[in-house]
């Protein structure tokens, strides 16, 4: 068993803030240099011998050529620990870095009392069922917040009177439900107005009387359906899990001519493209997964003028709203009417914008790398790279109208939120303002701000609202903070990962990447303190 | 009018003034003796040299990845050597016919510029280049001309002029094969096959010679040989294909061995 208070006083002795304990008995592992390095190097391959670690998935680096990175899962006794894990970046002769998040002192046994089928008919009995591949029941250890550990069954659920997809958390002893919150990742809504009219290039293939939306040029399958409004094919869907085995080639998108009209089918799956191609140039990623792993979007589920024959919440989620259901299946709402306004603004075909569909499929490549829990803090953290990846995405592939705003082609007017000025969308700009409360699931979109916020000063420098100074890398630039930020983020991170933990882990990589002391190590480390992260 | 009447034409007009040159020039020279007739047939042949190449090129445009692909050609022929062979047959005072047949051979060098669409993107097409050494053009002629043939001494001249009939085969560059792969950013030619495609145009040839006959028997001889012969060659590499056009033939030198008899 690993010795916290050893790991507290070493840290004390070396003046490092490398662990960190909050209420729950968690050790925040930061370590990238020196005999902390060494120390966790050696604590590794002994938690590996005694099985309280194990290798989820090791993959090459893509940036650094010889570099090799190991997700590592931690155990009790065999049985997951919910949010514990380390991520181990090594070359051919050592190991360079571990981050992540280690729970101590766990004495739960691991036999439960109720059987996954008991725990399946609770939730059938609130309207509630198992969803998806990662569904369950699965018995996990789950942290609690009082620093001590419950055996429980985690179950991604999906209730079909709400219109969502929660993670629940129940008792393996009593069945009570410990802890729950919504697991679909997707944008805030808002209000839009029509298609954009530009025109692109969209890549499909032949068969039947025309052609289809399935991209065959790229090298993962991306293809985006077309439900045609009828919304019993949206419920079979879900009651299917959102599995994509359950799209067919009848669901995909048509067109006899091959001059496509249909915006909102055109932007899903040419921006699809797009993002898979924005990883994959600036970071060499193959996709979601890194081993391209197909790609699904569902347009034309629920028609815009039928609004008022559904639920607000129905309204929020699937039409006003984008969703990542997992498993690569991504979901693009078509809007609201021009005459209608929500929240003061009008919702156009969600997938109208660049940065919608980008920001939608991050949350894949979050789902296949840190696996960031869709909550509090490490939920913040999912929502900030998925921002700071579509922003880049849309610096990218339209540089003459991009700029810091979320989702702006699709909720206007202004989008959802402002990297470069938060405070002008009442988000916060710095951790000392951070939301606490509840709402917005510990208030990911909300604290999102405070993360992605340091990600603008990074690039354009400037002055924080509260003072700080950041020397930014430059707008012409932009190709090294995003690049670090990716780096932190995919490579180092790992479920229950802070706001402290995300600085430690793009520092680290603006020195792999740019070496210590450069510019963008400079940039990153003010952008960071401007914002309040330590 | 066809671009075969028009060479025949042309030949012809060009005949018919040498025949009307001939009995002036005979008949402006009152002091010259009555010409010795010469041998009634004439054998010549010449290892002749074009020294001037040509070049053409031809365009291909057509659409892929829903955008225009443009693929032009340029090429560089040198100059040639090949036989030149013909049969005068004296007719009337020095008047007569010839019959001859040359053929050349030139190594062609093609310069490819491509610009294909992107796959993803629009307006963002790939450019490449390439350039292939291997292509070849050859050209044949056969020319009916109107001959007059005039002895001084061991020496004669000759002139002639008439209808030239060419056939011309061509290497032109057919579909270039490419190494496009994903992202598509970068587009590299990996092969320029050609499309072997033939002309037949008619022209005409205007050309003199001078010889010298050896020994008591006066049957052999050497002797040198200009020529200048010219048509118009229209020729199509692929259905997208522009026309690539040239004159073939042109200025020659030659040099050979004779007979008389």
């Not at chain 1, 790991?7 to 020196?34: H, I, M, N, W």
């Not at chain 2, 294909?241 to 008389?260: E, H, L, N, P, W």
């Amino acid at each position: 068993m690993f010795d916290r208070q050893a790991l507290l006083c070493l840290s004390t002795a070396l003046a490092l803030p490398a662990l960190a304990a909050g209420a729950e008995r968690a050790a925040r592992v930061e370590a990238s240099s020196g005999e902390h390095l060494r120390e966790w190097s050696g604590r590794v391959d002994r938690l590996l011998a005694s099985g309280e670690l194990a290798v989820r998935l090791t993959r090459d680096d893509t940036m650094i050529p010889g570099r090799r990175h190991e997700r590592l899962a931690q155990l009790h006794r065999g049985v997951p620990v919910f949010g514990g894990g380390l991520v181990r970046q090594s070359d051919a002769a050592s190991t360079l870095t571990v981050f992540g998040t280690f729970y101590e002192g766990i004495d739960v046994e691991v036999a439960p009392r109720l059987r996954p089928a008991e725990v399946e008919a609770r939730l059938a009995a609130r309207g509630g069922r198992p969803f998806g591949s990662r569904g369950g029941p699965e018995l996990v250890v789950l942290p609690l917040e009082d620093g001590s550990y419950r055996l429980v069954y985690r179950v991604r659920a999906f209730f079909q009177e709400e219109m969502d997809v929660r993670q629940v958390f129940v008792d393996a002893a009593t069945g009570a439900v410990l802890r729950e919150y919504s697991d679909l990742r997707k944008q805030a809504a808002g209000l839009a107005t029509g298609v954009l009219g530009d025109q692109k290039k969209i890549s499909v293939a032949p068969g039947g009387a025309g052609f289809t939306t399935s991209d065959r040029l790229r090298p993962p399958a991306i293809s985006t359906y077309d439900f045609r409004f009828e919304v019993n094919r949206l419920i079979l869907f879900l009651d299917a899990d959102a599995s994509p085995a359950n799209l067919t080639a009848a669901d995909l998108g048509t067109d006899a001519d091959n001059v496509w009209t249909d915006g909102a089918l055109v932007d899903a799956h040419v921006y699809a493209g797009y993002t898979y191609d924005y990883y994959f140039k600036r970071f060499g990623r193959r996709g979601l997964d890194n081993n391209n792993i197909a790609i699904h979007g569902i347009t034309h589920a629920l028609r815009r003028e039928d609004w008022r024959q559904w639920s607000p919440g129905t309204i929020l989620t699937f039409f006003a709203n984008a969703i990542y259901f997992g498993d690569g299946v991504m979901y693009y709402g078509d809007g609201l009417p021009p005459n209608v306004t929500l929240y003061g603004q009008h919702v156009n075909y969600t997938a109208a914008a660049l940065d919608v569909v980008a920001h939608e499929l991050s949350h894949g490549v979050t789902e296949y790398t840190s696996n960031l829990e869709y909550e509090n803090e490490s939920g913040a953290l999912d929502e900030a790279f998925c921002d700071m990846m579509s922003t880049g995405a849309e610096f990218y592939f339209q540089p003459a109208k991009a700029d810091y705003l979320a989702g702006e082609d699709a909720f206007t007017p202004g989008g959802l939120r402002s990297l470069q000025n938060p405070m002008s969308y009442g988000y916060p700009d710095h951790y000392s303002i951070r939301y606490q409360g509840p709402d917005d699931n510990g208030g990911v979109h909300i604290n999102s701000n405070i993360v992605s916020h340091a990600f603008y000063l990074a690039i354009e420098g400037g002055r924080h609202r509260l003072g700080a100074t950041v020397q930014g890398v430059g707008g012409a630039n932009r190709e090294q903070i995003e690049r670090v930020f990716y780096r932190g983020f995919t490579s180092f991170l790992t479920p229950r990962a802070t706001f402290a933990l995300a600085r430690a882990a793009t520092i680290q990589a603006a020195r792999d990447l740019y070496n210590p002391g450069s510019a963008a190590e400079t940039a990153v480390i003010q952008a960071w303190n401007a914002v309040g992260v330590h | 009018m066809t671009r075969l009447d028009r060479g025949v034409v042309l030949a012809a007009l060009a005949t018919a003034a040498l025949a009307a040159f001939v009995p002036v020039a005979r008949a402006q020279d009152p002091a010259a003796k009555p010409a010795k007739v010469p041998d009634r047939v004439r054998l010549v042949v010449n290892a002749a040299f074009w020294p001037t190449g040509r070049t053409y090129s031809d365009t291909q445009t057509f659409t892929e990845y829903a955008e225009q692909t443009t693929i032009h050609a340029s090429y560089d022929a040198g100059s040639a050597f090949g036989p030149d062979l013909a049969a005068q047959v004296t007719l009337y005072r020095g008047l007569g016919l010839l019959v001859g047949y040359a053929q050349s051979n030139r190594d062609v060098t093609a310069k490819v510029d491509v610009s294909r669409p992107h796959p993803l993107y629009l307006n963002q097409p790939r450019t490449a280049t390439a350039e292939n050494a291997g292509y070849q053009l050859s050209e044949s002629a056969v020319y009916l001309d109107v001959a007059y043939a005039r002895p001084a001494g061991s020496l004669e001249w000759a002139v002639f002029a008439g209808v030239a009939l060419f056939q011309v085969e061509a290497d032109l560059l057919g579909k270039p094969t490419y190494t496009d792969e994903y992202p598509y950013d970068e587009l590299v030619i990996a092969s320029t096959p050609s499309n072997s495609v033939k002309d037949s145009p008619a022209g005409f040839n205007v050309g003199g010679r001078l010889d010298y006959r050896f020994g008591s028997s006066k049957r052999f001889g050497a002797g040198v040989q200009v020529l200048y012969s010219t048509a118009s060659v229209k020729l199509k590499g692929t259905p997208e294909s522009t026309q690539a056009t040239f004159d073939a033939g042109g200025f020659s030198v030659g040099a050979g061995v004779r007979v008389y008899f």
